[in-house]
Nanobody, 115 residues
Framework: QVQLVESGGGLVQPGGSLRLSCAASGSIFRPTVMGWHRQAPGKQRESVATIFSAGNTGYADSVKGRFTISRDNAKNTVYLQMNSLKPEDTAVYYC?????????WGQGTQVTVSS
């Protein structure tokens, strides 16, 4: 059984930073792709950042220059460093991992940006 466990969410003021972590455990071969998505109330889930096993990355335009995705292949863990946070970044953040044709999702972690 594969599990993705996220951590690091919380409440932060505008302009602040948070670092999210997501660890994959269980019978999962090293994921080809790992990424972060988010879903705000009343909105569809959207991709935020993606990283491939070789290290190449992609970002949504709304977070470019503010968010950085990274991964530790030895630990099957993906991180999202979020800087210069804005109220519009408020959402539930989900990590996902694609491995051998199967797409796995974490349970989500709440990020709230508010003064």
């Amino acid at each position: 059984q594969v599990q993705l466990v996220e951590s690091g969410g919380g409440l932060v003021q505008p302009g602040g930073s948070l670092r999210l972590s997501c660890a994959a455990s269980g019978s999962i071969f090293r994921p080809t792709v790992m990424g972060w998505h988010r879903q705000a109330p009343g909105k569809q889930r959207e991709s935020v950042a993606t990283i491939f096993s070789a290290g190449n990355t992609g970002y949504a335009d709304s977070v470019k220059g503010r968010f950085t995705i990274s991964r530790d292949n030895a630990k099957n863990t993906v991180y999202l460093q979020m800087n210069s946070l804005k109220p519009e970044d408020t959402a539930v953040y989900y990590c996902n991992a694609l491995s051998k044709g199967s797409n796995y999702w974490g349970q989500g972690t709440q990020v709230t940006v508010s003064s």
